[in-house]
């Protein structure tokens, strides 16, 4: 067991490259005797760190006699200034109890034997090992130094390294190490030891020259950026460049008239690149700015070119005229939508009762409800004054009609055939001799003596459809108009039912606004339920197209 200790005690020196770990010959020689007085020296214009001793929350105030008597400065322990001659003077601290007295002597530059500025700052790089070197060490007789990063003696600290002979090696440099490092090293003249301070200003690097050239990230080659005729527009280019310890990086942009790389122009550039830094890159973004774009521009090619001390990198680009569009798409088309479907359900929340009553006369009839209907049709109308002359009973007197139906038809209403019945009369007649269809007529197949409405609500009840004879006396008399009213309130309940409108007259329009109004419900449906046009006293054709209209439109013969 004590061989293999021995075997990596002298092992590990070889490990770390000959590293004197552990070899800290100078253990703060000056600090662990009379520390009640403490004497400092400092160069003028070099960064300085008040110590602390006994306590890490000392504060030092300044004392003094005469034109240095007390100024009412004080400065904690571990704070980091510039010196300046001004601050030369006797300190004294109460904080730890016991009075403490430290003494600050700033000299100036010229004053040393020898000054050599390049010593107070060094360049290491990550991960190997390097060394640090005490600025004037050479310079008098020293009896020892001490190395400090900040205010922590750097043999405190947990890491590989080591001091010797006024150096002070580090066996791997990291990353943190870049900051400010203090050698104290101690001289004694008339019989005073002072602590001369000395800082170095460290900063870590990646590497020492790059090895690669930079890269540009926008834009990307070969790609159009649009632009506005009239318009300014600034072109970007943004590159990622290596490392380096002495900037040479270049972008610059070039237009090309005509696309010519032989005709090359320097755009003039922005005041300065901005740069965005991380340890091992650096990322710079440059403009340039095209203060009014023309059709010119559009035929020229632009490129940006990166540079550094390995290579360079380029990408080239074109301009193309932006097109406007009026609505834009995020926003355009999604309000468009919206107002779209809102306008939609308002529409149908405001006509939802005609598309109902659409829907019932159009689409859905036919579906029975399993009740068997004593009548086929339903007749509604009010007697005209030529009908009332022949009287409502005639109809039994008729003679049949004509054997050949389409004849017998074409004739009925025509002037000269059968005295211009009015349809009241003429329409029973077809329904009941012709085509077979029982018809309900509320003077001869209603008992009288009943209550009105309930016949008539009965009489649409036992019936399979509800044909209205719609006129200006029609649309006056509120019976009638009961009738219909009931017949479009049960098409709303019942979708067996059917409802056809004829019109006797051709003034619909004025006879839905008439006065008194007619009610909201029977205005609505007037205006979408099925409806023909009677044409009495007409040619023989348009009479033969009512009665083949009307023939589709009554509901099929029940087998």
């Given at each position: 067991?004590?061989?293999?200790?021995?075997?990596?005690?002298?092992?590990?020196?070889?490990?770390?490259?000959?590293?004197?770990?552990?070899?800290?010959?100078?253990?703060?020689?000056?600090?662990?005797?009379?520390?009640?007085?403490?004497?400092?020296?400092?160069?003028?214009?070099e960064f300085f760190m008040m110590p602390c001793f006994k306590s890490v929350n000392l504060e030092w105030s300044r004392i003094g006699e005469g034109r240095e008597a007390n100024d009412?400065?004080?400065?904690?322990?571990?704070?980091?200034?510039?010196?300046?001659?001004?601050?030369?003077?006797?300190?004294?601290?109460?904080?730890?109890?016991?009075?403490?007295?430290?003494?600050?002597?700033?000299?100036?530059?010229?004053?040393?034997?020898?000054?050599?500025?390049?010593?107070?700052?060094?360049?290491?790089?990550?991960g190997v090992g390097e060394k640090l070197h005490c600025p004037g060490l050479n310079c008098s007789n020293n009896t020892g130094v001490i190395w400090y990063k900040g205010n922590k003696?750097?043999?405190?600290?947990?890491?590989?390294?080591?001091?010797?002979?006024?150096?002070?090696?580090?066996?791997?440099?990291?990353?943190?190490?870049?900051?400010?490092?203090?050698?104290?090293?101690?001289?004694?003249?008339?019989?005073?030891?002072?602590?001369?301070?000395?800082?170095?200003?460290?900063?870590?690097?990646?590497?020492?020259?790059?090895?690669?050239?930079?890269?540009?990230?926008?834009?990307?080659?070969?790609?159009?950026?649009?632009?506005?005729?009239?318009?300014?527009?600034?072109?970007?280019?943004?590159?990622?460049?290596?490392?380096?310890?002495?900037?040479?990086?270049?972008?610059?942009?070039?237009?090309?008239?005509?696309?010519?790389?032989?005709?090359?122009?320097?755009?003039?550039?922005?005041?300065?690149?901005?740069?965005?830094?991380?340890?091992?890159?650096?990322?710079?973004?440059?403009?340039?700015?095209?203060?009014?774009?023309?059709?010119?521009?559009?035929?020229?090619?632009?490129?940006?070119?990166?540079?550094?001390?390995?290579?360079?990198?380029?990408?080239?680009?074109?301009?193309?005229?932006?097109?406007?569009?009026?609505?834009?798409?995020?926003?355009?088309?999604?309000?468009?939508?919206?107002?779209?479907?809102?306008?939609?359900?308002?529409?149908?929340?405001?006509?939802?009762?005609?598309?109902?009553?659409?829907?019932?006369?159009?689409?859905?009839?036919?579906?029975?409800?399993?009740?068997?209907?004593?009548?086929?049709?339903?007749?509604?109308?009010?007697?005209?004054?030529?009908?009332?002359?022949?009287?409502?009973?005639?109809?039994?007197?008729?003679?049949?009609?004509?054997?050949?139906?389409?004849?017998?038809?074409?004739?009925?209403?025509?002037?000269?055939?059968?005295?211009?019945?009015?349809?009241?009369?003429?329409?029973?007649?077809?329904?009941?001799?012709?085509?077979?269809?029982?018809?309900?007529?509320?003077?001869?197949?209603?008992?009288?003596?009943?209550?009105?409405?309930?016949?008539?609500?009965?009489?649409?009840?036992?019936?399979?459809?509800?044909?209205?004879?719609?006129?200006?006396?029609?649309?006056?008399?509120?019976?009638?108009?009961?009738?219909?009213?009931?017949?479009?309130?049960?098409?709303?309940?019942?979708?067996?039912?059917?409802?056809?409108?004829?019109?006797?007259?051709?003034?619909?329009?004025?006879?839905?606004?008439?006065?008194?109004p007619l009610p909201t419900l029977v205005q609505r449906s007037l205006k979408v339920l099925p409806s023909l046009n009677w044409t009495g006293g007409k040619a023989a054709r348009a009479?033969?197209?009512?009665?083949?209209?009307?023939?589709?439109?009554?509901?099929?013969?029940?087998?």
């Amino acid at each position: 067991m004590q061989t293999g200790y021995v075997l990596v005690s002298f092992m590990l020196p070889i490990f770390l490259e000959g590293c004197c770990v552990g070899d800290h010959q100078s253990k703060r020689l000056g600090f662990q005797q009379n520390t009640e007085h403490q004497h400092y020296r400092a160069v003028e214009g070099e960064f300085f760190m008040m110590p602390c001793f006994k306590s890490v929350n000392l504060e030092w105030s300044r004392i003094g006699e005469g034109r240095e008597a007390n100024d009412g400065r004080s400065l904690q322990c571990g704070t980091g200034f510039l010196a300046e001659a001004t601050l030369s003077g006797k300190y004294t601290s109460l904080t730890s109890g016991s009075n403490l007295f430290f003494h600050l002597q700033v000299v100036g530059k010229n004053s040393l034997r020898c000054f050599h500025p390049e010593e107070s700052s060094a360049t290491l790089l990550v991960g190997v090992g390097e060394k640090l070197h005490c600025p004037g060490l050479n310079c008098s007789n020293n009896t020892g130094v001490i190395w400090y990063k900040g205010n922590k003696a750097v043999s405190d600290q947990r890491r590989a390294s080591c001091e010797k002979n006024g150096l002070l090696q580090l066996c791997q440099v990291w990353k943190e190490d870049t900051g400010v490092y203090f050698c104290d090293r101690h001289i004694i003249e008339l019989g005073v030891k002072w602590t001369f301070r000395r800082a170095v200003n460290v900063t870590v690097v990646p590497h020492k020259t790059p090895s690669y050239p930079p890269r540009i990230i926008y834009p990307i080659n070969n790609t159009f950026e649009e632009v506005e005729l009239g318009k300014s527009h600034t072109l970007t280019c943004e590159v990622i460049f290596p490392f380096e310890m002495k900037t040479t990086l270049v972008v610059q942009w070039y237009m090309h008239y005509g696309g010519n790389v032989e005709t090359s122009t320097l755009l003039h550039m922005e005041n300065s690149p901005s740069k965005g830094v991380t340890f091992s890159e650096s990322t710079v973004t440059q403009g340039t700015i095209i203060k009014e774009v023309t059709a010119q521009h559009l035929n020229s090619t632009y490129t940006c070119i990166a540079k550094n001390t390995v290579g360079n990198n380029s990408v080239t680009i074109r301009l193309k005229k932006k097109i406007k569009v009026k609505w834009q798409s995020l926003v355009g088309y999604p309000i468009a939508s919206f107002l779209l479907v809102t306008g939609l359900g308002i529409v149908l929340h405001e006509k939802r009762l005609e598309l109902k009553l659409i829907y019932r006369s159009h689409f859905q009839y036919g579906i029975q409800d399993g009740d068997e209907k004593e009548f086929d049709v339903f007749v509604s109308h009010v007697w005209s004054p030529s009908s009332e002359v022949e009287g409502v009973l005639t109809l039994s007197s008729q003679s049949r009609p004509d054997p050949d139906e389409e004849a017998c038809l074409s004739s009925m209403g025509q002037e000269g055939k059968d005295s211009m019945r009015p349809l009241e009369l003429l329409l029973p007649q077809v329904l009941e001799d012709l085509w077979g269809y029982r018809v309900c007529l509320l003077e001869r197949d209603i008992l009288p003596g009943g209550a009105y409405t309930n016949d008539v609500v009965l009489a649409i009840q036992r019936s399979r459809m509800l044909i209205c004879f719609l006129s200006a006396d029609y649309l006056s008399n509120s019976n009638a108009v009961f009738v219909l009213e009931s017949g479009v309130q049960a098409l709303l309940q019942n979708s067996s039912l059917k409802l056809l409108l004829i019109w006797t007259s051709r003034v619909s329009s004025s006879l839905i606004h008439q006065d008194p109004p007619l009610p909201t419900l029977v205005q609505r449906s007037l205006k979408v339920l099925p409806s023909l046009n009677w044409t009495g006293g007409k040619a023989a054709r348009a009479t033969r197209n009512f009665w083949k209209s009307l023939r589709k439109a009554m509901p099929h013969h029940r087998q």
